[in-house]
């Protein structure tokens, strides 16, 4: 496969939100926005790191249900199972690997930094060259860790990750700070 090939996700299971009750799932939470917004499901709970803070142990529920809500195109990327560790400790570790970090802020992390620690850590994967969830996608089909996908609110049966830059994740990061700070006052 090549490196476009390799962007392009096969949605190849219908949406069940009790499958992502067991298991590992990168999350791609509004999936056709630049940048998307990414986390981890592990057992059953969302973790992510976002510009407000640490998000953890958020239910699968309350994010399953805000993606219904609100319609967010959103794609759930099946981890093959761990040879060693359990979803526990697996999660316990991604929680620490969050907490390594306030925010998401620009020059401090983005929503990628502490899934690229988890994936380093945990799989062994090599990641000083990932900058984006683009560029991460690739490497873990070709480690073999990638089972298949599921998606709400994406009609394609091949759904292509956007390609963004620096400078547009900075972007976003700066609206989405400025839209909390409009809603304080």
Do not use: W
């Amino acid at each position: 496969m090549n490196t476009l090939e390799q962007r392009i996700i096969g949605i190849s299971q219908p949406f069940n939100e009790t499958h992502l009750l067991k298991g590992i799932y990168i999350a791609v939470i509004h999936a056709t926005r630049i940048p998307p917004h990414i986390g981890l499901i592990i057992g059953g709970k969302y973790h992510s790191l976002t510009v407000k803070g640490q998000d953890i142990n958020t239910s699968i529920e309350a994010l399953v249900k805000n993606s219904f809500q609100r319609k967010i195109p959103s794609l759930f990327i099946k981890i093959k199972a761990h040879p060693t560790f359990s979803e526990g400790y697996l999660k316990e570790h991604f929680i620490t690997n969050i907490q390594q970090f306030p925010k998401v802020d620009i020059g401090v992390a983005t929503c990628l930094s502490p899934i690229k620690l988890f994936f380093n850590e945990v799989f062994d994967v090599r990641v000083e060259n990932i900058n984006f969830l683009f560029e991460l996608i690739p490497v873990l089909y070709a480690e073999g860790l990638i089972e298949h996908a599921s998606a709400l609110f994406i009609n394609e049966k091949n759904y292509q990750l956007p390609e963004y830059s620096e400078a547009e994740i900075n972007k976003g990061i700066m609206e989405v700070k400025n839209l909390a700070l409009s809603l304080k006052k």
